[in-house]
């Protein structure tokens, strides 16, 4: 099926997508994860997305049960894992046909003809075999039979039972797609020798599989052309590759470090949050006191309790999470401790799509407390730049004594790209309200002029021993009090020192157009897709379209109104029916948002945005 | 945990607030005994901390001139878990009611029993609500008629004690509300125990549930209706000090010393410190006598104490002593 117009020369491309996909059992978030780590090694830019079923192993060759793993790699910047591929990677039936829609015409298809089976395809719901059917006629399928070719290569290799040699078929395809590209092996076979280090047969055979696909490809006659993609030009220094999780968990231990604090974590296992659970858990070397509760309730409870004892207190959680954690955040707010709450956001409502992204977490992130109970509430908007907001949330809940949301999604949170690689010497400073003398009429509720914050006095100190609770307190004394005026003065307070914020933040900033036709409005996780939207789009010369990006929701930047203002149009852009929308309405009199907005448990395609910005500024 | 050089008073222990409990509650007692039994345990008073739920008894942190909190409905054991992980030098206790430990606290209580995390859980019980004016309680007897149950309870009650001991529970003591004396005592016990402890306080209710002990710790039936436990001591009771316990087949009996021959050598020994509850268990569960005392004692390793452990270890073997060090560490490229 390969035809003569594909034949020539190497190619050189700016970026190219590929997915890998299969049962959730053959490997393809390995795969991927691979091919992604190789490229980055190689100076690529790189954007990748996992897209995997929330059953564990679902049922063998099932629709349901397709895993992906999807990479954008290239000479140029990638700011997303981009949406139409162009090579797709299929292990079975399943896979090529909850796949296919994704595949440029004319563009690569590889497939493992062996589980091309009977069986297979009618799980698949295949009534005839695809591969014979020429329903694939307008892409270049690559068939090869790697299931057969995994067992040849593996002939003479002790100690492998069968399972083992057909699930490292899985490295044939990434051999395959290394030689494509112009990749070396060598990456991923210094990850099966450390991986595997007490197993030496697996690391043969690994490895083996590997080089045996990686020369297929070369000495086939079927395979006409590889593909190059130079290095890209990135700023310098020294990178590695982070997931979201992963970097959110380590701008906490920067926080730490840098505050002079004790980092606690109370958490509760929760997809797609429990990532940065793992992670804080293994750094014991640091002092971070990590600690798995009964349930998401006790998770936020202990680390107010670890607060109010002096700790930079965490907890993380997901949607379902952040509605248990509700009364316990008010709590905080009402104590006025330094929280810093993790909310990885996922498809809702209720239990909803566990394992797609989401940003429909918002407004239960700004309202979902009983009584007026206002918090700060940021979000990261890429995988790399959750270490910052992680940082950034821990400043701000230190120095301003109150909780922070910090919201990522499940897009950015599972999705990974370079890093380069902050020292925590180059951190900005973190202050704090730490108090240890005793003075005279001091209270717990003495503050801060500028900020508003209270002192913190922990337990230990003597001479401020204190109580606090959820009761209303005096202003002054902060002993119970239910005088009416004192309550309406203390919600004010309360208000205007999550108002105040707005001092220490940054102002929201415009790419691209800096006045003109339309605004293209985003908050959080859809950076990415927005940024390069709205790039690609002033390249094909509408270049009236500006470009802001919130990371700060509440509240919001100073110069917020101003912005809007230099615009005759205003979009905001985000995957919920239009949440952030209504944060904005209901700050800005006066000016109209349009809404456009995706709920697919997907980030936002490229040609949709395209499309949709067109057609505003027709 | 530093030892006090000052000696302090009840005086040093107690607040600026005036207490608010209704006129002739046994927590007025349960407060005394607490700020009588903090000087005698050597503790300094910057590093004792009160949480509580919500709740009549949980209005008791505002009573004591320590560090405290009043937090959320059946939470205290989760924020006060974290107050001790987070600085295991301090004494902390926990103030709960029937309703809030096992009601709306109830799993938070299992676990934090499980752990055994060196806290300490005051648990008041009156088998009743009394801030919300008098519904039963998950203490509450079936027939007791209530607020939302006027024509009487219909729904089994826990013992805590039994339920403690399901829960793995290293310490239990049960005493009577109106018993300050031995009270102080048991706080004394617990403070010096290192693990959870928890004490339920046989408390009366006097407007919603009053009486609801009064055949068990009345003055004048409490010698011969409770047995007050001592470890390595006989299980003697009665006014007359002539009752004791046997254990006869898989049951405790109680006994007359001078009848059928039985002598003090006969009756069984408390010992507080056995690592198996079978038999804590048949006395928690024990009608007659009631056992109050500390039922069981036993020593075990802490929560923080394993967490420490592992810390130590990891960070012995580890090369990260800074978060550069990981940052930095492993699959790294350089851009020029």
């Not at chain 1, 407390?369 to 230190?398: M, Q």
């Not at chain 1, 002993?479 to 009416?484: A, D, L, T």
């Not at chain 1, 002033?538 to 101003?562: C, M, S, V, W």
Request: aromatic share 8%.
């Amino acid at each position: 099926m390969i035809t003569a117009k594909i034949k020539g020369q190497p190619e050189a491309l700016e970026a190219v997508i590929i997915r890998f996909v299969g049962d959730s059992g053959d490997g393809m978030q390995l795969t991927g994860t691979q091919f992604s780590d190789t490229s980055a090694m190689f100076g690529n830019d790189i954007a990748t997305f996992p897209n995997y079923p929330s059953e564990i192993r679902a049922p063998q060759g099932s629709l349901y049960g397709v895993s992906g793993f999807q990479v954008h790699i290239g000479s140029v910047e990638i700011s997303t894992p981009g949406d139409e591929v162009d090579l797709l990677v299929a292990m079975n039936p399943a896979g090529l046909k909850t796949n296919l829609h994704a595949v440029k015409p004319g563009h690569t298809i590889i497939v493992d003809t062996d589980s091309f089976t009977k069986k297979n395809l009618e799980k698949a719901q295949y009534e005839t075999n695809p591969l014979e059917d020429n329903s694939l006629e307008n892409y270049r399928v690559i068939e090869v039979s790697m299931t057969s070719l995994t067992k040849e290569s593996l002939k003479g290799v002790e100690g492998l039972d069968n399972k083992s040699i057909t699930r490292s078929k899985n490295m044939f395809a990434l051999g395959m797609v290394y030689w494509m590209y112009d990749r070396s092996t060598e990456h991923t076979e210094d990850f099966f020798n450390k991986k595997f280090k007490s197993k030496p047969n697996v690391i043969e055979a690994n490895t083996r599989v590997l080089k045996a696909g990686f020369n297929y490809a070369n000495t086939l006659e079927l395979i006409p052309n590889s593909y190059t993609i130079s290095p890209a030009k990135m700023a310098p220094g020294t990178y590695r590759i982070i997931m979201g999780n992963t970097a959110t968990a380590w701008g906490f231990l920067a926080a730490a470090e840098k505050s002079g604090l004790e980092l606690f974590l109370g958490s509760y296992p929760i997809t797609p949050a429990t990532d940065i659970l793992h992670e804080l858990v293994k750094h014991k070397h640091f002092g971070v006191k990590a600690f798995q509760a009964e349930d998401e309730i006790a998770g936020i409870a202990s680390a107010i309790g670890a607060s109010f004892a002096g700790d930079l207190a965490i907890t993380t959680t997901s949607g379902p999470g952040l509605a248990l954690k509700g009364e316990a955040l008010g709590l905080a707010m009402m104590i006025e401790l330094p929280l810093v709450v993790v909310n990885v956001q996922r498809g809702g409502p209720s239990t909803g799509l566990p394992t797609k992204t989401e940003q429909s977490d918002l407004l239960q992130a700004m309202y979902g407390r009983n009584g007026e109970s206002p918090v700060i509430v940021i979000a990261a908007s890429t995988p790399a730049d959750c270490f910052d907001f992680a940082f950034e949330a821990s400043k701000l809940a230190l120095e301003h004594m109150t909780p922070v949301i910090l919201l990522t999604d499940g897009y950015i949170a599972n999705g990974s790209a370079p890093w380069k690689i902050h020292s925590v010497d180059d951190m900005p400073e973190i202050k704090n309200n730490l108090v240890n003398e005793v003075k005279e009429n001091w209270h717990p509720y003495n503050r801060n002029e500028d900020t508003l914050a209270r002192n913190w006095a922990i337990p230990g100190t003597p001479g401020l021993e204190h109580r606090v609770g959820g009761l209303e307190k005096d202003s002054v004394t902060g002993n119970v009090s239910y005088v009416p005026e004192n309550h309406e003065y203390m919600t004010k307070i309360r208000a205007e020192k999550i108002k105040r914020v707005q001092n220490y933040i940054p102002d929201v900033e415009v790419e691209f157009a800096q006045t003109g036709d339309l605004l293209v409005i985003g908050w959080g996780g859809t950076y990415g897709s927005l940024h390069s939207a709205v790039k690609q789009i002033n390249k094909e010369g509408y270049d009236k379209i500006g470009f802001a990006h919130f990371n700060y929701i509440n509240p919001l930047p100073k110069n917020t109104r101003q912005v809007l203002a230099r615009f005759k149009k205003v979009v905001v852009c985000e995957l919920n029916n239009g949440q952030f929308s209504k944060v904005l309405s209901n700050n800005f009199n006066g000016c109209e948002f349009i809404q456009f907005n995706k709920i697919q448990g997907l980030p936002f395609g490229n040609t949709e945005l395209i499309e949709k910005f067109k057609q505003l500024v027709q | 945990m530093e030892t006090a050089e000052k000696k302090y008073t009840f005086k040093d222990f107690t607040s600026d607030q005036e207490v608010r409990w209704c006129p002739g509650c046994d927590d007025y007692v349960i407060l005394r005994s607490m700020q009588k039994a903090l000087p005698d345990m050597g503790v300094k008073r910057e590093d004792v901390v009160f949480i509580s739920g919500i709740g009549c008894s949980s209005r008791f942190p505002y009573y004591m001139n320590t560090y405290g909190m009043h937090s959320i409905h059946g939470r205290a054991p989760g924020i006060a878990s974290g107050v001790k992980l987070a600085n295991p030098d301090l004494s902390v206790w926990i103030i709960t009611g029937d309703g809030d430990a096992m009601a709306i606290g109830g799993n938070h209580f299992i676990h934090v029993l499980r752990r055994n995390i060196d806290l300490n859980i005051v648990l008041f019980n009156n088998e009743i609500y009394g801030l919300t004016k008098g519904q039963f309680s998950p203490t509450s007897l079936v027939g007791q008629k209530t607020k939302s149950s006027p024509y009487g309870n219909i729904q089994q009650p826990f013992s805590p004690g039994e339920l403690a001991m399901g829960a793995q529970a290293r310490f239990f003591a049960r005493i009577g509300g109106n018993n300050p004396k031995d009270m102080t005592n048991i706080f004394i016990e617990s403070h010096k125990f290192k693990g959870t402890s928890l004490i339920e306080v046989l408390q009366n209710c006097v407007i919603f549930n009053d009486g609801c002990f009064k055949s068990v710790t009345d003055k004048t039936v409490k010698e011969d209706q409770q047995i007050y436990l001592e470890h390595g001591k006989p299980m003697i009771f009665g006014k007359e000090r002539n009752k004791g316990l046997i254990l006869n087949g898989l049951k405790l009996e109680v006994v007359t010393i001078g009848e059928n021959g039985i002598t003090q050598e006969d009756l069984l020994v408390h010992n507080a410190k056995e690592q198996d509850p079978t038999l804590h268990q048949m006395l928690i569960r024990l009608q007659y006598p009631v056992a109050t005392g500390v039922i069981r004692s036993f020593d075990d390793i802490t929560l923080e104490e394993r967490m420490d452990d592992v810390t130590k270890q990891v960070k012995a073997n580890s090369n990260f002593k800074k978060t550069d060090d990981l940052f930095f560490s492993g699959e790294t490229y350089e851009v020029k």
